[in-house]
């Protein structure tokens, strides 16, 4: 079966330190894999993308996410958050049918 | 670039009313649009993708006859939630992605809130 695990419902960081969120995720295909950022009452922002290549990616706002596909594994990071990351960050997988499933999602809280 | 507006962004309506829900590409040409539905605290869930010009197709569990969709030029799509109820109530957000594209570009989304 297809699905997104995001293991961390909710976790809190000190502004500064950094970040790492989990995406484990299943697949029969070569997955897409996304990432997504929702603030309170918002649409979803793309923060990054891996279709293939490299296993590391760049996005916006300093994160960035490595693929691995031993692991099953899309963990975004970021060295450094700032308090305006605070925001819901969904991990998503799709493929050649367009279709996303996304995880449940990890409410990222941070403190001053 | 790939800009997607949602209006209205807020809508309350009296239970047994129809609403219709725009989703609009603003600077590029959306060949299939997809619309979620993400109840409070929890993930989004794919309602129906829909391709311009086609009928849309709908996941198992939506009704279509209750969520018409309806995709008629390559930048406008429309949702119509018809009789809404209170379970109605919930967040549709939006997304289009163009021909070329295999990212989905998602709209601010729309609270529906059916008293």
């Known amino acids: 079966a297809q699905s997104v695990t995001q293991p961390d419902i909710h976790i809190t960081v000190s502004e500064g330190a950094s970040l790492e969120l989990r995406c484990n995720y299943s697949?029969?295909?070569?997955?897409?894999l996304f990432w997504y950022v929702q603030s309170p009452g918002q649409g979803l922002q793309l923060l990054l993308k891996?279709?293939?290549?490299?296993?590391l990616v760049q996005g916006i706002k300093g994160f960035e996410a490595e693929f691995k596909r031993s692991q099953s594994s899309f963990n975004l990071r970021k060295p450094s958050v700032h308090w305006s990351d605070a925001a819901e960050y969904f991990c998503a997988v799709g493929g050649a049918t367009n279709k996303l499933i996304f995880g449940t999602g990890t409410l990222l809280a941070v403190q001053p | 670039g790939a800009v997607v507006s949602q209006h209205p962004s807020r809508v309350i309506c009296k239970s047994g009313t129809s609403v219709k829900i725009e989703c609009r590409s603003l600077d590029f040409q959306a060949t299939t649009m997809f619309w979620y539905r993400q109840f409070p605290k929890q993930s989004l869930m794919l309602m129906a993708t829909s391709n311009e010009g086609s009928k849309a197709t709908y996941e198992q569990g939506v009704e279509k006859d209750k969520f018409l969709i309806n995709h008629a030029s390559l930048t406008l799509s429309t949702l119509t939630v018809t009789s809404a109820h209170p379970e109605d109530s919930s967040f549709y957000i939006c997304?289009?992605?163009?021909?070329?594209?295999?990212?989905?570009?998602f709209g601010p989304g729309t609270r529906l809130t059916v008293l």
């Open positions: 997304s289009a992605k163009g021909v070329w594209e295999d990212t989905q570009y």
């Open positions: 697949y029969g295909a070569t997955p897409y």
């Open positions: 891996y279709f293939s290549g490299d296993t």
